[in-house]
């Protein structure tokens, strides 16, 4: 069974520009998490989407953040303009529904703005 | 709210000494209970989790987690380290409350000395 497929691994940008993620979850897995992990700390969840409906995006910064899984698949999250303070892991998750609590990790993008 | 707290930061032991890894929570209802390890430039994996009943868990790699419900805990144990455990280690509680939403302690980072 492929595992959650994240890209790109690494992303370099400068401030003020505009920057997207991709996530792919396991095949069948309706829900689908994204989380912040800055450096020397714990994930953050960002959001958190059921199908291709958001069931929590209480800690997304709408400003500047946004994310979509238009037909409840693969996910995009996109961060524009970007913050150094945006420099981070952004790790992507997924379960196999509402009720069943393992989470699967993908590699995780890491971002640095400069 | 749901928190996790991870009070050591950085943890050295030899190898073959046996470890314990620290975390408390607070959660409003039954916690579900999870810990994870991050090696360098990877993503999390499971290593154990804690839902209900037997209040001693074993996971992999020889791992194991004690869920004390008294002193708000769910320590992770193993009796004999190896250089590969060498790692971040991340507590993580969730549960029915937030729809499967994780809150992730601050993590400690295991060091292993030959």
């Known amino acids: 069974e492929a595992g959650v497929a994240q890209s790109p691994r690494y992303k370099i940008i400068e401030k003020r520009q505009s920057v997207a993620f991709w996530c792919n979850p396991i095949s069948g897995h309706a829900t689908l998490y994204w989380y912040q992990q800055i450096l020397g700390q714990g994930p953050k969840l960002l959001i958190q989407f059921q199908n291709n409906g958001v069931v929590d995006d209480s800690q997304l910064p709408k400003d500047r953040f946004s994310a979509e899984r238009l037909k409840g698949v693969d996910s995009t999250l996109k961060i524009q303009p970007a913050k150094l303070e945006d420099s981070a892991v952004y790790l992507c998750?997924?379960?196999?529904?509402?009720?069943?609590?393992?989470?699967?990790f993908g590699p995780g993008t890491r971002l640095t703005v400069t | 709210a749901q928190s996790v707290t991870q009070p050591d930061i950085h943890i050295t032991v030899s190898e073959g000494a046996s470890l314990e890894l620290r975390c408390n929570y607070s959660?409003?209802?039954?916690?579900?209970l999870f810990w994870y390890v991050q090696s360098p430039g990877q993503g999390l994996q499971l290593l154990l989790k804690?839902?209900?009943?037997?209040?001693l868990v074993q996971g992999i790699k020889g791992f194991e987690a004690e869920f004390k419900r008294s002193q708000s805990s769910f320590n992770l144990r193993k009796p004999s380290v190896h250089w590969s455990d060498a790692a971040e280690y991340f507590c993580?509680?969730?549960?029915?409350?937030?729809?499967?939403?994780?809150?992730f302690g601050g993590g400690t980072r295991l060091m292993v000395k030959p």
């Open positions: 804690y839902f209900s009943g037997d209040t």
């Open positions: 993580a509680v969730g549960g029915n409350i937030a729809g499967n939403m994780l809150t």
């Open positions: 959660y409003g209802a039954t916690p579900y």
């Open positions: 998750a997924s379960i196999l529904g509402m009720g069943l609590y393992e989470q699967y």
